[in-house]
């Protein structure tokens, strides 16, 4: 597996450039019905969006339980008025878009009409309602950017779920992608709620790690610096202790040539 050294090093810069502009970052991510078994090609129903603040870690989820409390609707009786509580989530969600207009939005593979930002707006305009329109360089995939650095092997499929198990992230109430579109089946709404926002948290918790270089994946050091020459000195100087005693046997060889030198 060879990387490309040129777009991982952009892409640590980018993680660099997050953490330094870390109170205007977003952290998101988002439940729906699922989007893989729909023969009439409807667009999916939107259970749950969640946002972290990647600086301070204040979330704000927008969920369609909490759209049916506070409209004193039963989850039992929700099926008949799900379309009109979806609007009413999708449109408080973008109205937090408009008051957080030019932030930067870091997301998992939310990228086209399947699932994605553009999955949301259109959902949203079928509703009846007018999104508010992110900008493209305000979206960053943090999926692409680990495997930019890390390459494309480096963790199995599914790959949040397997690279939170690697690095022992805390991962209560997280489920797989058939785990919620079970859920939404079932009507548990607020495990997908749960879901979403523990997504958010794994996402900070994945950029910290990157930043502070001890993410786990299945990428060896070798690998993740092209194979050269050049990366064993690099694993020397970020290891001080090796370095240090590799140096220290270098000088006391040194010494002990010369002493026999001279008797």
Excluded at 143 to 153: C, E, N, P, S, T
Aim: charged letters at 25%; hydrophobic letters at 40%.
């Amino acid at each position: 597996m060879k990387i490309n050294q040129k777009r991982k090093q952009i892409a640590l810069a980018k993680i660099e450039e997050l953490m330094d502009d870390a109170k205007n970052v977003l952290l998101i991510h988002y439940s729906c019905e699922s989007f893989y078994d729909r023969p009439d090609g409807s667009s999916p129903k939107i259970t749950s969006i969640a946002i972290r603040n990647l600086n301070d870690g204040q979330t704000r989820c927008f969920s369609i339980h909490k759209e049916a409390e506070l409209a004193h609707i039963n989850i039992a009786d929700m099926e008949q008025q799900y379309v009109n509580l979806e609007k009413s989530m999708l449109n408080k969600f973008y109205e937090y878009v408009k008051q957080n207009e030019g932030k930067t939005f870091v997301h998992w593979n939310m990228r086209d009409e399947n699932y994605g930002f553009g999955a949301i707006e259109l959902r949203f305009q079928i509703l009846g309602g007018n999104p508010v329109k992110i900008l493209d360089d305000k979206k960053i995939d943090l999926a692409r950017l680990l495997v930019d650095i890390y390459g494309v092997g480096y963790i199995q499929h599914p790959r949040l779920q397997k690279l939170i198990e690697l690095n022992h992230i805390t991962h209560a109430d997280f489920l797989s992608g058939e785990q919620e579109a079970e859920a939404f089946k079932n009507k548990n709404y607020i495990a997908l709620h749960r879901s979403t926002s523990r997504k958010v948290d794994a996402f900070a918790n994945i950029i910290g790690r990157i930043q502070n270089r001890n993410l786990k994946t299945n990428t060896s050091y070798w690998q993740q610096n092209g194979g050269t020459i050049i990366s064993i000195f690099k694993f020397f100087n970020s290891n001080p202790v090796i370095g240090g005693t590799i140096a220290i046997s270098t000088v006391i060889s040194a010494l002990i040539y010369i002493i026999k030198s001279i008797f």
